[in-house]
């Protein structure tokens, strides 16, 4: 015999969701939180792609098949010099303080997910589909951020390409979704009075919490969050705060080369004997050909200082550390390009790793703040931090300051 859906003991009946906290109202509070959100976090997530300079080189370019979704790109500045720092810790903090609202909002409207029939019509199919689009992108965006805030990859392929594909995917559901229910949800939050919809239980059960405790709550989980994540933006006592990320708490050691990293020496495959002052050259290559340079020689050129922060694309950053070493734009001029600093390819002794090689466009190279840095702080380079010499650019993703730099190729790409 074929269950009645009606059955109060079935999810697709009702009378199976009793909690009173459900209602129209309490959905359309939580949703217009996300609206401005998750707004927020679409478009952070857009420049900090954008901040790859994707367009410019295959090396850079983690998503090829992207087609018109890379329509609004655009040479990415170098000013003001923490700009990469400040998205990059509005996208990640942001997107987790929001966690308990996204959960939130989707257990208050879960009866509709198994609401039967599942489509009276045409227009409502396309409604549900898009509600099913709408949350599974958020659960896949969201997800996947914070396992790489957490460092594990545990996801199949790169994170790159998953996570910017899905965030078309989500936001064009959510677009959709907020078109449609704005009105409704806008008209909600007018009546305190709750409106009869099949978000509210037929048969309620005994409340233990107003609707008003119910948003203290979720807002209160907010606040813990971002509390507990928004230190690993910042040096000092700040990052103790920080419990829930992986660059939070301690620095990783002391001294002028003890700053955050994201990758050591030897994780990266870093062989001293590379870099060892008798065996290491670094290979530059423009115009009128190639020159050789070792370390010391390098430190004979005229060195500049700059004060730069490290921003990673997981959230946190440094505060600004000072670098000592040589201009790109004089490296450029070694090799014939002294009038117009051209684009640059810079490749790195490391082995593995998806940015190992990696390139700048000319506004880049031509910054004056911008380094082939051989010291920080005061002392050399530590091989966790580039020693022999890496790369530094204001405004730029940390994945673009290539650590152990070996070779620098100046041209247009």
Same mark, same amino acid.
């Not at 709408?134 to 805030?149: I, Q, S």
């Given at each position: 015999?074929?269950?009645?859906?009606?059955?109060? *003991?079935?999810?697709?009946?009702?009378?199976?969701? *009793?909690?009173?906290?459900?209602?129209? $109202?309490?959905?359309?509070?939580?949703?217009?939180?996300?609206?401005? +959100?998750?707004?927020? &976090?679409?478009?952070?997530?857009?420049?900090?792609?954008?901040?790859? =300079?994707?367009?410019?080189?295959?090396?850079?370019?983690?998503?090829?098949?992207?087609?018109?979704?890379?329509?609004?790109?655009?040479?990415?500045?170098?000013?003001?010099?923490?700009?990469?720092?400040?998205?990059?810790?509005?996208?990640?903090?942001?997107?987790?303080?929001?966690?308990?609202?996204?959960?939130?909002?989707? $257990?208050?409207?879960?009866?509709?997910?198994?609401?039967?029939?599942?489509?009276?019509?045409?227009?409502?199919?396309?409604?549900?589909?898009?509600? &099913?689009?709408?949350?599974?992108?958020?659960?896949?965006?969201?997800?996947?951020?914070?396992? =790489? !805030?957490?460092?594990?990859?545990?996801?199949?392929?790169?994170?790159?390409?998953?996570?910017?594909? +899905?965030?078309? !995917?989500?936001?064009?559901?959510?677009?959709?979704?907020?078109?449609?229910?704005?009105?409704?949800?806008?008209?909600?939050?007018?009546?305190?009075?709750?409106?009869?919809?099949?978000?509210?239980?037929? *048969?309620?059960?005994?409340?233990?919490?107003? *609707?008003? /405790?119910?948003? $203290?709550?979720?807002?209160?989980?907010?606040? &813990?969050?971002?509390?507990?994540?928004?230190?690993?933006?910042?040096?000092?006592?700040?990052?103790?705060?920080?419990?829930?990320?992986?660059?939070? /708490?301690?620095?990783?050691?002391?001294?002028?080369?003890?700053?955050?990293?994201?990758?050591?020496?030897?994780?990266? +495959?870093?062989?001293?004997?590379?870099?060892?002052?008798?065996?290491?050259?670094?290979?530059?290559?423009?115009?009128?050909?190639?020159?050789?340079?070792?370390?010391?020689?390098?430190?004979?050129?005229?060195?500049?200082?700059?004060?730069?922060?490290?921003?990673?694309?997981?959230?946190?950053?440094?505060?600004?550390?000072?670098?000592?070493?040589?201009?790109?734009?004089?490296?450029?001029?070694?090799?014939?390009?002294?009038?117009?600093?051209?684009?640059?390819?810079?490749?790195?002794?490391?082995?593995?790793?998806?940015?190992?090689?990696?390139?700048?466009?000319?506004?880049? !190279?031509?910054?004056?703040?911008?380094?082939?840095?051989?010291?920080?702080?005061?002392?050399?380079?530590?091989?966790?931090?580039?020693?022999?010499?890496?790369?530094? !650019?204001?405004?730029?993703?940390?994945?673009?300051?290539?650590?152990?730099?070996?070779?620098?190729?100046? /041209?247009?790409?």
């Amino acid at each position: 015999m074929r269950d009645d859906p009606r059955d109060p *003991r079935l999810p697709t009946s009702p009378g199976f969701w *009793r909690s009173p906290l459900r209602g129209p $109202w309490f959905t359309s509070v939580l949703g217009l939180v996300l609206l401005g +959100g998750i707004t927020v &976090l679409f478009v952070t997530g857009l420049v900090s792609y954008a901040a790859y =300079n994707p367009d410019l080189s295959p090396v850079n370019d983690k998503t090829p098949d992207k087609g018109i979704l890379g329509f609004y790109l655009f040479a990415w500045p170098t000013g003001p010099h923490w700009l990469y720092r400040l998205n990059q810790g509005v996208h990640v903090t942001l997107g987790i303080t929001l966690i308990p609202v996204l959960l939130a909002k989707l $257990w208050s409207v879960v009866p509709r997910l198994f609401a039967l029939p599942p489509a009276r019509s045409l227009a409502h199919a396309l409604e549900r589909i898009s509600l &099913l689009l709408l949350v599974g992108g958020a659960l896949f965006e969201f997800v996947t951020g914070v396992l =790489n !805030v957490q460092l594990d990859y545990v996801f199949p392929g790169s994170f790159y390409p998953l996570h910017f594909y +899905g965030a078309w !995917v989500f936001f064009a559901a959510f677009v959709a979704h907020a078109v449609l229910k704005m009105p409704t949800a806008l008209r909600n939050l007018r009546h305190l009075r709750e409106e009869r919809n099949d978000l509210v239980s037929p *048969r309620p059960a005994e409340p233990t919490v107003s *609707r008003r /405790g119910a948003l $203290w709550f979720v807002g209160g989980g907010s606040l &813990l969050l971002f509390a507990t994540t928004v230190g690993q933006n910042f040096d000092g006592p700040l990052r103790r705060t920080a419990l829930l990320a992986p660059h939070g /708490g301690d620095e990783p050691g002391s001294g002028p080369n003890g700053f955050q990293i994201n990758k050591t020496a030897a994780y990266a +495959g870093i062989d001293a004997a590379d870099t060892d002052e008798d065996a290491w050259r670094l290979v530059v290559t423009g115009r009128t050909g190639t020159v050789r340079l070792s370390r010391s020689q390098l430190a004979e050129l005229p060195l500049h200082s700059s004060a730069l922060p490290i921003a990673c694309v997981e959230g946190w950053s440094t505060s600004d550390q000072w670098w000592r070493g040589v201009r790109l734009r004089d490296l450029a001029a070694l090799v014939g390009h002294e009038d117009d600093p051209p684009d640059v390819f810079v490749e790195s002794l490391q082995r593995h790793g998806a940015f190992r090689k990696a390139a700048l466009r000319a506004n880049q !190279v031509a910054d004056p703040r911008s380094l082939l840095a051989l010291y920080v702080n005061g002392e050399e380079l530590s091989p966790d931090h580039g020693y022999p010499a890496r790369i530094i !650019v204001p405004a730029a993703p940390g994945v673009l300051n290539t650590k152990w730099v070996a070779r620098m190729t100046f /041209g247009d790409l």
